[in-house]
């Protein structure tokens, strides 16, 4: 069983930066996290839950959603078992609850092939 938490998320103004992180537990979740797929995806009111950015096991393959693309970095640390986001030059089409996921073996932007969520965590970026 892997539980994941999310923390971090705030109200910000655009233009500014802030870190999501994403702590996993469990009690094979340092060796999941060396294994097996993680990701971010976000939904804004009113709208589907959409893909953010995903990092594999190793950690050396990456892959963003265009809207987020040069603005947003994803990483890991595995020895902290903690994902995190890094969100730059912030706009207000970002605000949203922001979810982190973990499953596939590899990287993916499928919804459906992650086995494990958060229970996600609000983010808004003001004008």
């Known amino acids: 069983q892997v539980q994941l938490i999310e923390s971090g998320g705030g109200l910000v103004q655009a233009g500014d930066s802030l870190r999501l992180s994403c702590a996993g537990s469990g009690p094979t979740f340092s060796v999941w996290i060396t294994t097996y797929s993680m990701a971010w995806f976000r939904q804004a009111p009113g709208k589907e839950r959409e893909f953010v950015a995903t990092i594999a096991g190793t950690g050396v393959i990456t892959n963003y959603a265009d809207s987020v693309k040069g603005r947003f970095t994803i990483s890991k640390d595995n020895a902290k078992k903690t994902m995190y986001l890094q969100m730059e030059h912030l706009k207000p089409e970002d605000t949203a609850v922001y979810y982190c996921?973990?499953?596939?073996?590899?990287?993916?932007?499928?919804?459906?092939?992650?086995?494990?969520w958060g229970q996600g965590i609000q983010v808004t970026v003001s004008s």
């Open positions: 996921a973990t499953g596939p073996t590899s990287t993916s932007t499928i919804e459906s092939r992650y086995k494990y």
